[in-house]
């Protein structure tokens, strides 16, 4: 199990309290981190050109998370329909 600073964000953002919080912070510092570099960036911006061209609009985070999915070839778990829309 992998993960990386945006997956990390989406997380933390949907918590409800405090407590839900710690554990989400605990459950990652025992994962592998993945590296965002500036290609992921230039790839991010590409796809989502691409995207929109096509009539599909998506969260520049969700662009993010499926490239960096896609170059480290991870099976990415969700339950974000806008990530369907990107596949």
């Not at 459950?27 to 050109?49: M, N, P």
């Not at 960096?68 to 329909?81: F, G, I, N, P, S």
Request: aromatic share 6%; charged share 25%; with cysteine.
């Amino acid at each position: 199990m992998a993960i990386a600073g945006p997956i990390f964000v989406e997380l933390v953002q949907g918590v409800r309290d405090v407590k839900e919080k710690q554990d989400i912070n605990n459950y990652a510092k025992g994962l592998h981190w993945l590296r965002v570099t500036d290609e992921h960036w230039h790839q991010s911006a590409e796809l989502i050109f691409q995207l929109r061209r096509k009539g599909v609009t998506s969260s520049m985070i969700d662009v993010l998370i499926a490239v960096l999915a896609m170059d480290y070839q991870c099976t990415l778990l969700h339950k974000d329909t806008d990530l369907d829309h990107i596949a």
